[in-house]
C-alpha cells in the first residue's frame, strides 16, 4: 500500500484527499503546514507527497526546494497543489523539482489519475 502525504493549510482540502484517497486504498498522512509536512516526510518516508504551495510560515515552495535538497527525501515525487495556475509558477515549480502540478479547485478523478501515475510501481507486475 502506498504512503500519500498531503500537505495543505485548508482542513477541507486535507479532509477530501484524506476520504477518496485511503477509499482507493491509500495510507494518507496528513500535514497542516510546510513545516509540518518536511518533518513527517523525514520520519515518515512517504511514496508520494501532495504540497499545497501556498500556505503560511514556510510555504510550499521552499519545503519542495528543502525536501529536493534533502537526501532523505530527494526522491520522493512531489505534486503540487495551487491556485496559482500561471505558466511562470508551472515552470518555477518544476525547475525546482516538482513532478506533477494540479491547480485548485481540481477534480478528484485527474488527481488520482495522476497519484496513480506516481504510485503504479507499487502494484504487482503483469
Known sequence: MSRILVADDDPSVRELCQIVLSTE??????????????????????????LDWMMPGVDGMDALLILKGDPATLDVPVIMLTALDGMPQITLATYNGADGYVTKPFDMVDLLSLVRRFTQEQLPAR
Open 25 to 50: 486504498g491509500y495510507d494518507v498522512l496528513l500535514a497542516e503546514d510546510a513545516a509540518e509536512a518536511i518533518a513527517i516526510a523525514r520520519e515518515q518516508h512517504p511514496d508520494l507527497i501532495l
